[in-house]
């Protein structure tokens, strides 16, 4: 059994990219049971976005409504809590971050006010820092329990706590992308106050079962988790015969193996256990990850020698591992020291430049001058790209340095000005610009429409660790549904052909099929 207590359609360009038809087959893909279904119309538009699931869930039984509720609508809210509540509806959606109102306002208490008692659940995000803790405090009181969704590393730095704090706060299990996240949700809270919820349409559900399946957590917490958790705060009675069939974690040996282009040494000042070079190679090892480039996150935020320095202490203690050098277009000359690396020690095998952090533009002049340097060294430059207008820079600065490959890291997730496969679209004339696609903004669909638009052979496996998880990643890429030869393309040999010094020590065994 499965109980998926958010899944959502509709709403701005949700409508067009992830219509209801898309929330359906993935929530059947997944064999969920019981699906709770909000409309994402609700956060302008609370009474259509009502009309729309309640209808909706009438067609399908195994369907049930999330109601909306908007404070802001003075003269109607109420009349929308009382029809949703006469319609037998006990989770009932909020958008304070989008709706841009505060809990803090007299608006909110009414609302809280008539709910309490009703055994009504609240379900809203937790992107905005804050906004959580003083949700909970406004709830705490009428004890109107209350599920948060979106729950990446630094909105789960706070839920947790809060959680701890606060026993009728639940967090949902969809968006946990940092490192063993549901894991350390377990040991902190314990199982129960864990909902599982895909996301989709917006993000592929399959990805979420799977982080759920290969978490390394007691077959009980799992139950507890996929559905008797929201059984029991719902009010639904599951059929006498509910369980949760186990499925294993898969072991390495069943997993494709892969070569990472995407890694981080570390993570300072995030909400997860500092990385060891041990858990680094038993999460490698888990994840049948043969061999990897990684660069540094203090090169990225501080200092590009002390940053590349810490690299090469992690190449040492991980030998399938080689590195990036980290350079920055605000320090030219700094980065051309830097640079030098590529020739003094071999184990440097591509540069990596962070135009967010560095607040330079990806059309600026001064990443231009940087990249004619680089192009000395013929050496493949993974870049975050910023701007509105990076894909037509991006495709310029590659068009002037044909010999240098070029990896849009995160596919440009993020910083384009639409969805990924219309920057990568953007990007296709470009024959020398590869996409790996790690995110934890990772769209339904998003790789399967980069591998058009760019063909397989320009796609690579990337996963941000220990940023995100591993497992998170590759669970998104076997949502892609790759067939064998693109299976071997993007998850290994294009990484070989543009990185050949890890033929070394990762050279994955070809798949029969492919």
């Known amino acids: 059994m499965l109980i998926d207590v958010n899944a959502a359609f509709g709403g701005r360009e949700s409508v067009q990219r992830f219509?209801?038809?898309?929330?359906?087959?993935?929530?059947?893909?997944?064999?969920?049971?019981?699906?709770?279904?909000s409309c994402n119309q609700g956060a302008t538009d609370a009474s259509a976005a009502n009309d729309q699931v309640l209808a909706l869930?009438?067609?399908?039984?195994?369907?049930?409504?999330?109601?909306?509720?908007?404070?802001?609508?003075?003269?109607?809210?109420?009349?929308?809590?009382?029809?949703?509540?006469?319609?037998?509806?006990?989770l009932f959606r909020i958008y304070p971050e989008q709706a841009h109102w505060s809990p803090d306002t007299a608006l909110f208490a009414p609302v809280i006010e008539r709910l309490a008692g009703t055994g009504a659940v609240l379900l809203t995000t937790a992107t905005t820092h804050g906004l959580p803790t003083r949700?909970?405090?406004?709830?705490?009181?009428?004890?109107?329990?209350?599920?948060?969704?979106?729950?990446?590393?630094?909105?789960?730095?706070?839920?947790?706590?809060?959680?701890?704090?606060?026993?009728?706060?639940?967090?949902?299990?969809?968006?946990?992308?940092?490192?063993?996240?549901?894991?350390?949700?377990?040991?902190?809270?314990?199982?129960?106050?864990?909902?599982?919820?895909s996301g989709t349409a917006r993000y592929p559900a399959r990805v979420a079962l799977q982080v759920l399946e290969q978490a390394a957590i007691s077959p009980e917490a799992r139950e507890a988790i996929a559905w008797r958790n929201a059984s029991r705060l719902l009010g639904i009675e599951p059929p006498s015969?509910?369980?949760?069939?186990?499925?294993?974690?898969?072991r390495p040996s069943e997993l494709r193996p892969a070569i990472d282009v995407h890694l981080h040494d570390r993570f300072p000042g995030a909400p997860i256990e500092?990385?060891?070079?041990?858990?680094?190679?038993?999460?490698?090892?888990?994840?049948?990850?043969?061999?990897g480039a990684v660069s540094s996150v203090t090169g990225i935020f501080y200092?590009?020698?002390?940053?590349?320095?810490?690299?090469?202490?992690?190449?040492?203690?991980?030998?399938?591992?080689?590195?990036?050098?980290?350079?920055?277009?605000?320090?030219?000359?700094?980065?051309?020291?830097?640079?030098?690396?590529?020739?003094?020690d071999p184990r440097f095998v591509g540069v990596k430049i962070h135009c967010s952090y560095a607040q330079t533009p990806t059309a600026s002049p001064s990443l231009k001058r940087l990249f004619r340097s680089i192009a000395a060294y013929e050496r493949p430059v993974l870049i975050h790209p910023l701007g509105s207008d990076w894909p037509e820079a991006l495709v310029e600065i590659a068009g002037e340095h044909p010999r240098l490959p070029v990896i849009a890291a995160?596919?440009?997730?993020?910083?384009?000005?639409?969805?990924t496969h219309d920057a990568a679209i953007r990007l296709a004339p470009a024959p020398n610009i590869y996409l790996e696609f790690c995110s934890t903004y990772l769209t339904t669909g998003a790789i399967r429409r980069g591998i058009e638009a760019v063909g397989p052979e320009r796609v690579l496996f990337g996963s941000d660790y220990p940023l995100i998880s591993l497992p998170y990643m590759r669970?998104?890429?076997e949502d892609a549904e790759l067939s064998p030869a693109e299976t071997e393309a993007i998850l290994w040999r294009n990484a070989l052909r543009l990185f050949p010094a890890l033929a070394e020590v990762a050279v994955p065994a070809p798949t029969s099929a492919a």
């Open 19 to 37: 219509p209801l038809a898309t929330m359906l087959e993935q929530l059947q893909r997944i064999g969920c049971s019981i699906a709770f279904v």
């Open 57 to 90: 869930c009438q067609q399908h039984p195994w369907l049930r409504p999330v109601g909306t509720i908007d404070p802001r609508e003075t003269f109607s809210w109420r009349n929308e809590v009382e029809r949703c509540l006469a319609a037998g509806v006990r």
């Open 135 to 197: 949700l909970a405090a406004a709830t705490a009181e009428a004890g109107v329990p209350i599920i948060f969704s979106e729950a990446r590393y630094y909105p789960l730095a706070e839920l947790l706590p809060l959680a701890r704090q606060y026993p009728h706060v639940f967090i949902e299990t969809s968006r946990i992308t940092s490192p063993e996240g549901i894991e350390r949700c377990v040991e902190t809270l314990g199982a129960d106050r864990l909902l599982f919820g």
């Open 241 to 250: 015969s509910a369980r949760t069939t186990e499925r294993q974690p898969r």
């Open 274 to 291: 500092p990385v060891t070079p041990e858990r680094f190679q038993a999460t490698l090892d888990r994840c049948a990850i043969a061999g």
């Open 303 to 344: 200092d590009l020698a002390q940053g590349n320095d810490e690299v090469t202490a992690l190449l040492d203690a991980i030998p399938r591992l080689r590195g990036y050098v980290v350079v920055d277009p605000r320090y030219p000359d700094a980065s051309a020291r830097e640079l030098e690396r590529l020739e003094r």
């Open 410 to 419: 995160h596919a440009g997730y993020g910083d384009a000005p639409g969805p």
């Open 475 to 477: 669970a998104a890429y």
